[in-house]
């Protein structure tokens, strides 16, 4: 069984996958606790699941995406078997992780978003630096910035791994701590190949 939080239908509304309507699982627990968290119901559980409800659910929604989310969906060991079982339902998954487990659990056709956390986190250095290589062309390694600090080490961290170029990097506001627009402005001026993410559902006013 799996402990969910909640089970929405939504638009995906950060990258590398945004804009695509789909059935959103967020799977309860987080190993982390950062500073600037947006999800007050990480750690609520709301009932617990089967795979196979859950794999019905999501077929039932008529999404073409399922978003599996956290929390940190990683934390359960089950959570690659039931990505497996929406993949194989025909149904297109993203997972979004915090970086702290190993990806090479989940299925390679699976999107994932994987996060580095900046210092206004409260957990830079927690990424597992191994997750790289795993990374496909089509997933994501995300940066959420809180301040010109958190850029400046981002661009820097960014540098010493050596993914410029070589993975999608996505720079992410932290919502009501810093303007889109002047993130915009920072990743323009840096001329890094970075690229800006909105929380586009909580533009829309969507779950």
């Known amino acids: 069984m799996l402990p969910v939080s909640e089970i929405v239908e939504t638009i995906i509304g950060e990258e590398p996958c945004a804009g695509f309507p789909c059935a959103l699982v967020r799977l309860s627990g987080c190993n982390l606790d950062c500073a600037w968290c947006d999800t007050p119901l990480r750690d609520k559980v709301s009932r617990e699941y089967s795979i196979s409800e859950l794999v019905d659910?999501?077929?039932k929604s008529g999404r073409p995406w399922a978003l599996i989310t956290g929390g940190e969906p990683l934390m359960n060991p089950k959570t690659p078997q039931l990505v497996e079982s929406i993949?194989?339902?025909g149904?297109?998954?993203?997972v979004e992780t915090n970086g702290t487990f190993d990806i090479g659990a989940l299925p390679k056709a699976a999107v994932k978003s994987v996060d580095i956390k900046t210092p206004s986190s409260g957990f830079a250095g927690s990424f597992l630096e191994s997750n790289i290589d795993l990374l496909g062309p089509h997933d994501a390694i995300k940066f959420v910035i809180a301040d010109r600090a958190d850029f400046d080490w981002a661009v820097s961290e960014a540098e010493r791994l050596g993914i410029f170029g070589r993975k999608?990097?996505?720079f992410s506001p932290v919502a009501n701590r810093l303007s889109p627009s002047i993130l915009a402005k920072w990743i323009m001026d840096s001329r890094k190949p970075a690229r800006l993410s909105v929380q586009?559902?909580?533009?829309l006013g969507l779950p």
């Open 57 to 59: 659910i999501v077929e």
């Open 200 to 203: 586009l559902h909580k533009i």
């Open 168 to 170: 999608q990097v996505v």
């Open 87 to 89: 993949l194989n339902a």
């Open 91 to 94: 149904i297109s998954v993203l």
